[in-house]
């Protein structure tokens, strides 16, 4: 566990791990776990209630339950942080080219890509719209953001009308996300909608790289999108079991992995991806 002087997003990971584990925890407890002060706490746990993550009660807080099969976005992007980080930063370092026509799919994952992307000429294609907000504040790449229905739980924007200007577009390198890979079987998320924009992402793509942590494989959401012959490349953690990437090799993607050894970094408040562009 870190100590004080970890930033604010690295301690409501550790906040929402807390309560994940034991459902209720209270303000004086997290504060001695997490050695900061109770003024901290409760000034953390404001923030998660105002994102509807959390609910505060009797001297401490609990985590709001929710009907969906997945946590929804803010939820997800606290979770594996590390994980998520190094992913991001590797995939723009080994893939990213100036010039490059670039598509970032909907995911806490590839929102990690938009945040290290490089000060040089992009064009880039989401329907993401924590990505849109941060690929907007540079004006060196172009910014094209596929309309439709802002599904509030995956935070993207999804509908025909999304899909059919996929059907225009022709993305050299895609940024892919996923909330399962079960082997042998394939890519799936909950979200229905959100899936149709990622199979028109696809197939609008030339080369496809899954930015994923490890504690996906092996899990299977309502949800199918693709099979794993899409892809080019998986961009996975360190914790990726022998037999999974063996499994994952054999049809012929390029696995790499990343250490998460280095401490989270810094990033921008998360407030700040939720204002519309």
């Known amino acids: 566990m870190k100590k004080s002087g970890q930033n604010a997003n690295d301690r409501h990971a550790q906040l929402i791990g807390l309560l994940k584990e034991g459902g209720y925890c209270s303000v004086v407890e997290m504060s001695q776990l997490l050695n900061v002060s109770a003024m901290t706490i409760r000034r953390d746990l404001h923030a998660l209630e105002e994102k509807q993550i959390v609910e505060v009660i009797y001297g401490g807080a609990r985590l709001i339950t929710s009907k969906r099969i997945e946590a929804n976005f803010d939820i997800r992007t606290h979770e594996h942080l590390a994980e998520k980080q190094a992913i991001g930063k590797q995939a723009v370092e080994l893939f990213i080219e100036e010039g490059d026509v670039i598509g970032i799919d909907s995911g806490s994952t590839t929102l990690e890509v938009a945040r290290n992307l490089p000060n040089i000429p992009l064009t880039v294609v989401t329907h993401s719209l924590a990505a849109a907000n941060i ?74 790289i899954l930015c994923m942590d490890s504690s996906k494989i092996g899990k299977a959401y309502l949800a199918r999108f693709a099979t794993l012959d899409v892809l080019n490349t998986l961009i996975t953690d360190k914790d990726i079991s022998d037999e999974s990437r063996v499994e994952i090799e054999q049809q012929h993607i390029q696995v790499l992995t990343v250490s998460t050894a280095a401490s989270i970094l810094p990033e921008l408040a998360l407030a700040g991806d939720d204002v519309t562009v």
Do not use: W
């Open 135 to 208: 690929v907007a504040q540079n004006k060196l790449h172009s910014l094209i953001v596929l309309g439709g229905l802002l599904q509030h739980g995956a935070n993207c924007f999804c509908g025909p009308q999304a899909v059919a200007a996929l059907q225009t577009m022709y993305i050299n390198k895609l940024f892919l996300s996923a909330s399962g890979l079960l082997l042998p079987h394939g890519l799936s998320c909950d979200n229905l909608p959100d899936s149709e924009v990622k199979q028109a992402l696809i197939s609008s793509s030339r080369q496809i």
